[in-house]
């Protein structure tokens, strides 16, 4: 599975939109881009996934570059409750394949 | 959206006792799940992978005669920390692939953890 680079921390502005950017260069073709976030304690939680296309659903958009070497997590209107540790994970889609965690980066929603 | 949980949400044992995570899907069936474990403000490290009605197989570096895992049924794996010492005290975390396929978003889904203490 590609490896990815996340920035270790960010900060954000209750109500402002949150962009988690994620480096992934060595993506191939079939591996999709995953994002789970963890809150302190507890288990990591699906939040969007895409391959190549813009994707969002009601937790938040997913933003890839043509060139797939990138992509940008985007919280519309960060709240309190969205402070926690997010993952980019790239793998591919077949059952079965291992989730493999990277450092992540742990967002502050400051209010 | 699909369930796993895991029992006990956390443990304190004593240096050199086993101690048993279960992890169990509750409205689905897993063919696959999947142990993960996290040290304090470190990500999560996949230990192994356990499939339903065959034997684990060990991320490297992993002792599987340490961390026994068990996965007898489409709903049930567990953990065992055999002989568990201070260095073992961390937070266990498992996951499960949905067998059906019913999910069109996610294969995986995570349990909220076990904290496991060793003193």
């Known amino acids: 599975d590609a490896k990815t680079t996340q920035p270790p921390s960010m900060d954000c502005a209750e109500g402002r939109a949150a962009n988690l950017p994620c480096n992934h260069s060595t993506i191939s073709g079939n591996e999709y881009v995953y994002w789970y976030r963890q809150i302190h304690s507890q288990g990591p939680q699906y939040i969007i996934h895409g391959l190549k296309n813009n994707e969002t659903n009601e937790m938040a958009s997913l933003i890839i570059t043509e060139d797939r070497k990138s992509s940008t997590l985007i919280l519309p209107h960060a709240t309190l409750r969205d402070t926690a540790v997010y993952y980019c994970i790239v793998r591919k889609r077949d059952t079965g394949n291992q989730f493999y965690f990277g450092t992540g980066t742990s967002l502050t929603v400051i209010p | 959206g699909a369930v796993v949980s895991q029992h006990p949400s956390w443990v304190i044992c004593k240096s050199g006792t086993s101690v048993k995570i279960e992890c169990r899907s509750l409205d689905f069936q897993a063919t696959t799940m999947f142990w993960y474990r996290q040290f304090p403000k470190q990500s999560l490290m996949l230990m192994a992978t356990?499939?339903?009605?065959?034997?684990?197989?060990?991320e490297q570096g992993v002792e599987k005669d340490k961390f026994l895992i068990n996965h007898a049924s489409l709903t049930l794996s567990t953990l065992t920390v055999t002989s568990a010492h201070p260095e073992d005290s961390s937070f266990y975390i498992c996951s499960a692939r949905d067998s059906a396929g019913i999910s069109s978003y996610n294969e995986q889904f995570f349990g909220p953890g076990t904290r496991l203490t060793v003193l």
């Open positions: 356990s499939n339903e009605g065959s034997k684990a197989t060990y």
